[in-house]
């Protein structure tokens, strides 16, 4: 499975951003997609994720002003960030997680950088 994020950049607080996810390659392997993000100076966090039968959840931290959804006739997820935060400033990376039956193993994007100005 290839990832590949898009939609990051410079952005002033208070506005909203939609980040993108593009799946490729063996996608029927995928067993649940999401969200992590590394802040400057800090370790990778879970943002949000979505199950193989759309259960989604949310950090305790982005409840309220992240909405994550997916199209899967196109291999997309996204991620829309509303009120964007200074302390949003981060990597957004993507993620998948294979089925155990599946040969693949878990795959990550190269990650959209988000920089929010206050």
């Known amino acids: 499975v290839q990832l590949a994020e898009s939609g990051g950049g410079l952005v002033q607080a208070g506005t909203s951003l939609r980040l993108s996810c593009a799946a490729s390659g063996d996608t029927h392997c995928i067993a649940r997609m999401a969200w992590y993000r590394q802040a400057p100076g800090k370790g990778r966090e879970f943002v949000a994720g979505?199950?193989?039968?759309?259960?989604?959840n949310y950090a305790d931290s982005v409840k309220g002003r992240f909405t994550l959804s997916r199209d899967n006739s196109k291999m997309m997820m996204y991620l829309e960030i509303h009120s964007l935060e200074p302390e949003d400033t981060a990597v957004y990376y993507c993620?998948?997680?294979?089925?155990?039956?599946?040969?693949?193993?878990?795959?990550w994007g190269q990650g959209t950088e988000v920089t929010v100005s206050s």
């Open positions: 993620n998948a997680d294979p089925f155990g039956w599946c040969y693949v193993v878990s795959a």
């Open positions: 979505i199950s193989n039968d759309d259960y989604i």
